[in-house]
């Protein structure tokens, strides 16, 4: 896995061990040092704010693969990519032999960083070697002349970066430029709806209104004259796709075939036709197209589920009714349920162009049909299952990735 720091400068500050007229240590003090840097993204802005769980490993090579000491679960906090460790290793022995070591930092499960050479600052490697000598006939500073002892006395306060090692402590500290800002970031994922928030509590019941007076019964009037019959309702027509068969009590006009304009067309009618089955017309010079219209069917690449109709496979033709009935009808989008006190005539799935070709095909409800014949030419598959987008451009309880219901519903 590619870690998400691009890269990362560390800077080691290191203890020094000012030389005195004490006399020599039994044993090295502690061994302390800090590392400081600061982490950048893959896109060269800092990293995120916050803290991080650190190990810090130290080898005794550049390119070994395990270390002789690491310390885990630290924490390690980045502002501004910005970031300091004050590091004791577990055992100093291999700090100690005057031999190159070398420090790796990992943040949280990142891989590892860069590995980082750790050296000695002069004075701090004489006080070390320093510390094991023995004397023998030495002149301490009150043998000394003080104007000669002078030279030699340590200070007795520092400023705070000698402690500190950090650059935030320097004095006189230049002024630095502002880089170029980042490119901006992807876009992150959509955060976790919350829970619901409690339910309010009820509130206090309204006083009960006054009963009005009931007033008296009229006499029933006298009963009219019968009106003329009623002229029957108008009739309509409507298409059915899928299956070129009507719904019960309905007159089927023709049955034929679904037909469209070549997927790669700009042009032509973006509406399926019902095709009739017969002679359509005159025949014409095939080099010489106008509006071009072939049949349609269903869409066939290695029957996947993603593109075709639930349950058609094998690019499908698809069978057409015109149909005469005396009801009313309508069409739901996104769902199978008809309104209350309406029927369903026939249920499906919607179909249409692929979003990417030239040919524009409008979308329309296909009864499932997965017994139609098949498509002569492998490039007339033309329809596709309509399907909800990306999650990120729903709206209301619409869910993403996810074909399309329809009904036809009458009464």
Known sequence: MRSRFERTLLLLALPVTLLTTRPALAADPPLAFQIQGRALTQAGVPATDGVYAAT???????????????????????????????????????????TPRWVGIKLADEPELPRVAIGEVPYAARARVAAGLECSGCVTTDQLSPSVAAAFQAALTLHPVAISGSYLDLGDKPTLLKGDTGPAGPQGEPGVTGDPGPQGGQGAKGDKGDKGDKGDKGDTGAQGVQGP????????????????????????????YAFGTWYSHGGGSPKPVCMKEGDPGAAYNGANHGSYLVALGTYYYGNDAVHQPAGVTDRRSIPCAKCATQKTCYQVDGSATCAAGWSTLYAGELVGGYYNYGGNLDSFCYE????????????????????????????????????????????
């Not at 080898?59 to 970031?83: C, E, H, K, R």
């Not at 309702?233 to 009507?246: I, Q, S």
Request: contains cysteine; glycine residues 10%.
């Open 56 to 98: 810090v490993s130290f080898y005794a090579l550049p390119t070994d693969a395990l270390p002789q000491s690491q310390i885990a679960g630290m924490a390690l906090s980045i502002t501004d990519g910005l970031f300091s460790l004050n590091i004791a290793p577990p055992s100093p022995t291999p700090f100690l032999q005057g």
């Open 229 to 256: 019959p009623g002229t029957p309702a108008a009739n309509d027509t409507y298409t059915k796709w899928g299956v070129a068969t009507c719904g019960a009590g309905d007159e089927l006009l023709y049955a034929g």
């Open 368 to 411: 499932l049909n997965n017994g139609a014949p098949q498509t002569q030419h492998a490039n007339l598959n033309q329809v596709f299952a309509a399907s909800t987008g990306d999650p990120s451009y729903m709206i209301g309880n619409v869910a993403g990735y996810r074909h399309v219901k329809c009904a036809v519903c009458c009464k």
